[in-house]
């Protein structure tokens, strides 16, 4: 490529860097020093370190109850994923009557998002006495179609010679699935745990008409409850942002190939 | 299409939840326009991916820091995006505002959340803020999926750059574009974090869709009969764009391999 061009390509790519992360800049800017939110001109440069923001988060609301909920619904949901997504997907490799059937139910339902049918979930978890409870909280994201895909997927790269081997040794069908399966299908894994984790994490809509009280409340509620009693010129509310958001920067910076294509293959192998 | 909520016994209520609906309910309209024009920023969404995808496609150093800081915004909490977005969009401690003021694009400060005409695109603007990364990922996968000797071949027989991205690039990325078109109007269809934090479907309705709308009815007002009756128009509209989406493309990228 020609100097001028990559030259060319860098600005341009420069420039849009420089867009996706203003936002996170002046939100870590403003909540690391503790600066009045109402001065003006804002200093575009951070002058004093300060934890200011973060001590007021810490006063203001339970955030280590809202971390313990976040953490509690997203284990038990990822938990539930990898179980019943590998059961599914292992059946699904096998041979029985009405397998046709069951692949275009799972196909077409697919194209029913989740907040198509929130009435009768909440209706549902009502019924079960779950509302207001973890349970209830993880119970519709137990399950998710696209991940059934991707572990079969990934079980039907397995050789079925190795498979019949196993049975000839003995091996029950659940240990095939435990000791040939999984360990063959690491990236499904993967991919399983981080869509599954990112999606219970961030949930939102769900949580905010099941839960009733601050007790239970997860950390996206808390965050907008935060926000309908403290408005947004509170310093405080952005260090709980980025509170927030540390986990997942972190895991994207940890694992990012990983992250990338777990999420984009969850979108893609559908 | 039953007379139900938690505090009435249930009776048969017929058509009339779908003729209250489409006769006399303005904000369910209101609600349904809004949505159409929040689905057209997929594809914007996508123009600006694919001009991005293409850019980090060519060989130059860092593209992969390039990659992750775009895609970066993509897997964050919309709760916490909305938020810090509402504070940029601030009429007076916003840094948008600061940012116009100062350059003299803009006389006086806008509030671009609380105006009637700004609510909706600056919701948009950012809904795109926060796809774009992932729309571009998707396509970049598509286009290193071309096999670059038909780029070779094309450019040896004279082919201008616009031409071969046209005549090979284009066609070759359709399934791609059809994916990434596929889940931006469900994600329109269904993003109700980023509208509930930012304008909580306001002012005056300007930026209510269809889900924030049903939220409201079936959770706020308690009208869960009416609610479903929503959900199912929206679902049946979900449907309809999707076969047309699917139409438009040519279908082959909506086939996956089902059985076997």
């Given at each position: 490529m020609r100097p001028?061009?990559?030259v060319a390509v860098h600005a341009t790519l420069g420039a849009v860097s420089v867009v996706m992360l203003v936002p996170f800049y002046w939100v870590l800017k403003t909540s690391l020093t503790g600066e009045n939110i109402f001065q003006y001109p804002p200093a575009l440069l951070p002058r004093v370190m300060h934890p200011f923001?973060?001590?007021?988060?810490?006063?203001?609301?339970?955030?280590?109850?809202?971390?313990?909920?976040?953490?509690?619904v997203s284990v038990i949901v990822v938990a539930a994923n990898l179980v019943c997504n590998a059961?599914?997907?292992?059946a699904l490799t096998l041979r029985f009557r009405g397998k046709r059937a069951i692949v275009a139910l799972l196909l077409s339902c697919m194209l029913i998002p989740f907040q198509a049918t929130i009435i009768p979930a909440y209706l549902i978890t009502k019924e079960l006495h779950l509302l207001n409870s973890h349970l209830g909280l993880a119970l519709p994201l137990c399950s998710t179609i696209v991940c059934i895909f991707v572990f079969k997927a990934s079980f039907d790269a397995v050789p079925r010679s190795l498979i019949d081997a196993a049975r000839i040794d003995g091996l029950a069908e659940w240990r095939i699935i435990l000791h040939v399966m999984l360990p063959l299908s690491t990236s499904a894994v993967a991919t399983t745990v981080i869509l599954s984790f990112i999606w219970s994490w961030n949930s939102f809509l769900w949580p905010l008409i099941v839960i009733r009280n601050q007790e239970m409340q997860t950390l996206p509620l808390g965050l907008s409850t935060f926000l309908s009693y403290m408005e947004n010129t509170t310093g405080a509310l952005y260090a709980f942002c980025i509170m927030v958001l540390v986990p997942g920067v972190a895991l994207f910076l940890l694992e990012?190939?990983?992250?990338?294509?777990?999420?984009?293959?969850?979108?893609t192998k559908g | 299409m039953q007379s139900w909520s938690p505090f009435k016994p249930s009776t048969f209520a017929g058509l009339t939840h779908y003729q209250e609906l489409f006769f006399y309910d303005e904000v369910f309209w209101k609600s349904l326009?809004?949505?159409?024009?929040?689905?057209s920023s997929s594809p914007i969404a996508i123009?600006?991916?694919?001009?991005?995808?293409?850019?980090?496609?060519?060989r130059i150093r860092g593209r992969g820091v390039y990659r992750a800081i775009i895609f970066i915004s993509y897997p964050l909490m919309t709760v916490a995006v909305g938020i810090i977005w509402r504070w940029l969009y601030d009429e007076k401690v916003g840094l948008i505002n600061y940012v116009l003021l100062s350059l003299h694009l803009t006389q006086r400060r806008i509030a671009f959340l609380d105006s009637y005409?700004?609510?909706m695109p600056s919701v948009v603007v950012a809904a795109v803020w926060q796809i774009v990364g992932f729309f571009m990922v998707i396509l970049l996968a598509g286009l290193q999926n071309i096999p670059p000797n038909l780029e070779e071949a094309a450019a040896l027989d004279g082919a201008s750059a616009g031409q071969r991205f046209r005549h090979i690039t284009l066609p070759l990325l359709r399934p791609a574009i059809f994916l990434?078109?596929?889940?931006?109007?469900?994600?329109?269809?269904?993003s109700f974090d980023l509208i509930y934090v930012m304008t909580g479907g306001g002012p005056n309705y300007a930026t209510e869709v269809l889900i924030t709308y049903i939220y409201r009815v079936a959770f706020v007002l308690s009208k869960f009969d009416y609610a479903a009756a929503l959900t199912i128009v929206l679902f049946v509209f979900l449907l309809i764009v999707t076969a047309v989406a699917n139409r438009l493309t040519g279908g082959e990228a909506g086939a996956v391999d089902a059985a076997e």
């Open positions: 001028s061009r990559a923001y973060y001590v007021d988060v810490w006063y203001y609301i339970p955030f280590v109850r809202y971390v313990i909920n976040s953490v509690i059961l599914a997907a292992y990012q190939r990983r992250f990338i294509d777990g999420l984009t293959s969850g979108a | 326009w809004n949505t159409v024009v929040f689905m123009g600006l991916a694919l001009a991005l995808a293409l850019l980090v496609d060519t005409e700004w609510a990434c078109l596929m889940i931006g109007v469900i994600n329109s269809f269904t």
